[in-house]
């Protein structure tokens, strides 16, 4: 498969023209990349009107996808944002007010994307979970189509911590009943190429990103924005509203670059999936509590082994593995072939030299729903102050107040602190909050 971009780019690396153009780095190397760090010179072509090798680059990464995709060079962010402007767009069409329902486990970017659009929004709730889980159903889903009747569908899935929703059952019924279904698969954009695919286009999603850096081998904020053939007219400019006019061309070439090793993911992943289950299968009968069913990744439940996730993030790192995140409950684990086996066999030993103690008692608040006092886009373009947590009861959250990762709010814009929210703020470790004034 061609790499247009990257072809384009070396060459005018190798010319060694005289750049009066940007960036101010002129090809001169400080970091040793500055060579390959162009802008939309001749030929170079331009993301969101691309006609030339970024064009014929986003064709190759749609055959490999089966739909129409297009690249992001800041992440699912961008993505998440354009596919809630062509759901709004979509409803405008059909003489409706866009009313999306999304789970509550939302990227905080779904919640500032909402708020700018202005956009209505009918929270998820599943049955139990914590504030990163939404594992719906199909049954649930449809029980609020048919009381709230809204025009778009929104889940998270996998999740965080490696949940993996419905999505063939929860896209039959959202189509039922008339709503489109959009997917943040962020964490997913693998899927794909596992045999047969469990990628939420191929699932019957309409509209889906993926963050191509997190589990493929692209740099950090190369993304796809995924679309059905109705949307794809409009994807370009839904990117555009929300993205940079001058996007990365170093990113560019990344995502360019993984076309051909994408072709051949396949085989990679035939291989490398097995061996993560043999790991997950030693690390249960060791007396492990996975969590989650996503194939890349692994998830532990922390506490019942006798530590906090943090205590055995702490744990590797002393043997040089870094986690991708824990909190007091779990330990989250991000694979992919790239690692190798004799990595995947240091981490196997890692845990496996970790010795089993008395179960951790302490239990994370229980996730309760917030009492909603205005909008998400009320609260947000509101004058705010930051303020301690425990100062906060009454008052009226502002700005999302999560770390990320994970970055999914504890409480929504527009709710009201109670005595429960601030135990969860306090139970995570954040101190401070922006509230209305």
Same mark, same amino acid.
């Given at each position: ?162 949940? *993996? ?256 929210? *601030? ?15």
């Amino acid at each position: 498969m061609e790499t247009p971009i990257c072809d384009f780019v070396r060459a005018y690396a190798e010319s060694e023209a005289i750049r009066l153009h940007m960036p101010g780095h002129k090809g001169k190397n400080l970091l040793g990349l500055e060579a390959l760090d162009i802008t939309e010179i001749d030929g170079a072509d331009s993301l969101y009107e691309a006609s030339g090798i970024i064009q014929r680059s986003e064709e190759n990464a749609s055959r490999l996808f089966g739909c129409p995709t297009f690249y992001s060079t800041e992440g699912s962010s961008q993505c998440i944002r354009a596919m809630l402007y062509l759901a709004m767009l979509h409803a405008k069409e059909q003489g409706k007010r866009p009313v999306i329902a999304a789970g509550r486990n939302a990227h905080k970017t779904f919640l500032t994307g909402a708020a700018l659009l202005d956009l209505d929004v009918r929270w998820l709730y599943p049955k139990g979970g914590s504030y990163l889980s939404c594992d719906l159903t199909p049954e649930e889903v449809e029980a609020v189509l048919e009381k709230e009747a809204p025009t778009a569908v929104y889940l998270t899935s996998p999740d965080y911590l490696g949940n *993996v929703a419905d999505i063939a059952g929860i896209a039959k019924v959202c189509h039922r009943h008339g709503a489109i279904l959009l997917v943040d698969n962020a964490h997913g954009a693998y899927l794909k190429f596992l045999q047969p695919s469990r990628h939420p286009m191929d699932l019957g999603a309409d509209l889906c990103c993926d963050s191509a850096h997190k589990t493929l081998p692209v740099l950090t904020g190369g993304a796809y924005l995924h679309c059905r053939l109705q949307f794809r007219d409009w994807a370009k400019n839904a990117l555009a509203l929300f993205g940079s006019t001058s996007p990365s061309y170093l990113i560019l070439q990344s995502l360019d670059g993984a076309n051909p090793i994408l072709a051949e993911a396949a085989n990679r992943l035939k291989d490398f999936v097995p061996s993560v289950e043999a790991v997950k299968e030693k690390l249960a009968d060791k007396g492990y509590t996975l969590y989650g069913r996503e194939p890349l990744k692994i998830t532990i439940s922390a506490k019942p082994y006798g530590y906090t996730g943090q205590e055995l993030a702490q744990k590797l790192l002393e043997g040089n593995i870094v986690s991708e995140f824990a909190d007091p409950d779990f330990l989250v684990l991000m694979l992919t072939p790239e690692i190798g086996q004799a990595a995947l066999d240091a981490l196997e030993a890692a845990l496996l030299s970790i010795s089993r103690k008395s179960p951790v008692l302490e239990q994370p608040p229980a996730f309760h729903p917030g009492r909603r006092i205005c909008s998400p886009r009320e609260a947000m373009l509101s004058p705010m102050e930051q303020i301690p947590v425990a100062e906060s009861e009454g008052r009226i959250l502002a700005a999302a107040t999560v770390g990320c990762p994970p970055a999914v709010p504890i409480v929504v814009s527009g709710e009201r602190i109670d005595a429960h929210a *601030v135990s969860c703020f306090q139970y995570y470790g954040i101190t401070h909050c922006s509230v209305m004034k």
